[in-house]
């Protein structure tokens, strides 16, 4: 299954943007590329998902690098709400379960 | 709203002893899920199901059981064969059709198992 790389743990200034990186050069063509977040003792959410092109929502913008061997979850003003763990996972096309694959995330940390 | 809901949220398991977590949802999706979070971890798939009555194991499927009578319902089973079973348990769904696999998965609030 394609996995991702992502680094354990950023820090970001309240109000400023934030880029959190994934590495997955082992995508395939038909991989989607899905953020999810999470905060503590609760279930992940849901932010952003893309195939080739960025995407915008109100929540994130998701910039996939032309290769798609990595892609930047970008928030645009970090709150404190904003502080969780970030995942980036690939769901490939044609099968399920396995596919959502979570590995360790990001932590981000929203400093005052 | 649309949902899945997660019941209870605290369980406590005595040695020996099985229990099992409630997994609701009225989404009409086709696949569930169950995973298990230890601290500072990420989510590891202990099993899924694709279509009523029908499910598959994940990679850490030994100790559990679950069953899939009805669409709505994924109910998970940590047996006594299941020697750590404290962690944070998070069930979710998806739209399950091999052309969309853009969609995302819907995530329950978890159930958190500790033993007496």
């Known amino acids: 299954d394609a996995k991702t790389t992502q680094p354990n743990s950023m820090e970001s200034n309240e109000e400023e943007p934030v880029h959190l990186p994934c590495n997955h050069s082992?995508?395939?063509?038909?991989?989607?590329i899905h953020w999810y977040r999470q905060l503590p003792s609760q279930g992940p959410e849901y932010v952003i998902h893309g195939l080739t092109s960025n995407v915008n929502n109100r929540m994130a913008s998701l910039a996939i690098a032309e290769d798609r061997k990595s892609s930047t979850l970008i928030l645009h003003r970090a709150t404190l709400r904003d502080a969780a763990v970030y995942y980036c996972?690939?769901?490939?096309?044609?099968?399920?379960?396995?596919?959502?694959?979570f590995g360790t995330g990001t932590s981000l940390t929203v400093i005052p | 709203d649309g949902g899945i809901t997660q019941s209870p949220k605290y369980l406590f398991r005595k040695e020996g002893q099985n229990v099992t977590l409630s997994c609701e949802q009225n989404l009409n999706h086709d696949a569930m899920y169950w995973y298990r979070q230890d601290p500072g971890q990420g989510l590891r798939l202990i099993y899924y199901?694709?279509?009523?009555?029908?499910?598959q194991k994940g990679d850490i499927a030994e100790g559990y059981s679950v069953s899939r009578e009805k669409k709505e319902s994924f109910p998970l089973t940590v047996t006594s064969a299941q020697k750590n079973p404290t962690a944070f348990y998070l069930c979710?769904?998806?739209?399950?059709?091999?052309?969309?696999?853009?969609?995302?998965?819907?995530f329950g609030d978890g159930t958190r198992l500790s033993i007496l």
């Open positions: 979710a769904s998806s739209i399950d059709q091999p052309a969309r696999n853009n969609q995302p998965q819907h």
């Open positions: 996972i690939l769901r490939a096309r044609g099968n399920t379960g396995n596919q959502f694959y």
């Open positions: 082992t995508i395939s063509g038909t991989d989607y």
């Open positions: 199901s694709q279509i009523v009555n029908d499910f």
